[in-house]
């Protein structure tokens, strides 16, 4: 499966943005899909995922209660609604996929995007 996220952009703190992670190739919807960012001289970390049925999410401590996962199997397409944005969001934000079981660890993801970038401003 080939994934294209798009929709970072430059915020300011309090502001909204809507990621989109469109995927190409079979089955998309027996893959468990995830959200992760890497931040300038830190390590990747996980953000969100959702199991290949939407039915469930799981979320980095820090974003519940402010981002959403979803995904439109139909439209072979993950999002990640951000609310509330904070400065510490800033990140290149990255789209995964991988079979099976919705976990959060990074090598467990077998197929990435290739990033689009998240700035917020306070």
């Known amino acids: 499966v080939q994934l294209q996220a798009s929709g970072g952009g430059l915020a300011q703190a309090g502001d909204s943005l809507r990621l989109s992670c469109a995927a190409s190739?079979?089955?998309?919807?027996?893959?468990?899909m995830g959200w992760f960012r890497q931040a300038p001289g830190k390590e990747r970390e996980f953000v969100a995922a959702?199991?290949?049925?939407?039915?469930?999410?799981h979320y980095l401590d820090s974003v519940k209660g402010r981002f959403t996962i979803s995904r439109d199997n139909a439209k072979n397409t993950v999002y990640l609604q951000m609310n509330s944005l904070k400065p510490e969001d800033t990140a290149i934000y990255y789209c995964?996929?991988?079979?099976?079981?919705?976990?959060?660890?990074?090598?467990?993801?077998?197929?990435w995007g290739q990033g689009t970038q998240v700035t917020v401003s306070s």
């Open positions: 995964a996929a991988k079979r099976t079981f919705l976990e959060v660890s990074t090598p467990a993801y077998d197929y």
């Open positions: 190739g079979r089955s998309f919807n027996s893959y468990v």
């Open positions: 959702v199991s290949w049925s939407g039915g469930g999410t």
